[in-house]
Nanobody, 125 residues
């Protein structure tokens, strides 16, 4: 079992910055990759960014490229999402997810076995 705890969400004005953190605990040594997803009201959950745990390869969605950066600290079992130049359309609940036993592309929600509880990010105009 792996437990994921997100933190760092909140209310920020447009143009501002936030850094989300996701601390993993439990059987983390088998983690293949982690991702940050978001879900706005009435919309499907979408991948924002993902990172492989071993090689550190990253993926960032076009909608946030150049503004959001995913990174990891293997020693702390923590993944971060640095968000800059935030826009009102970035408002959503942000979820951290881990791929441990499952395999496949980190792009798809179905390939993650563990999810955090979510943290709200609200960007005011």
């Amino acid at each position: 079992q792996v437990q994921l705890v997100e933190s760092g969400g909140g209310l920020v004005q447009a143009g501002g910055s936030l850094r989300l953190s996701c601390a993993a605990s439990g059987r983390t040594f088998r983690t293949r990759g982690m991702g940050w997803f978001r879900q706005a009201p009435g919309k499907e959950r979408e991948l924002v960014a993902a990172i492989t745990w071993g090689g550190g390869s990253t993926y960032t969605a076009d909608s946030v490229k150049g503004r959001f950066t995913i990174s990891r600290d293997n020693a702390r079992n923590t993944v971060y999402l640095q968000m800059k130049s935030l826009k009102p359309e970035d408002t959503a609940v942000y979820y951290c997810a881990a791929q441990v036993s499952l395999t496949g592309s980190l792009y798809y929600t179905r390939n993650y076995d563990y999810w955090g509880q979510g943290t709200q990010v609200t960007v005011s105009s």
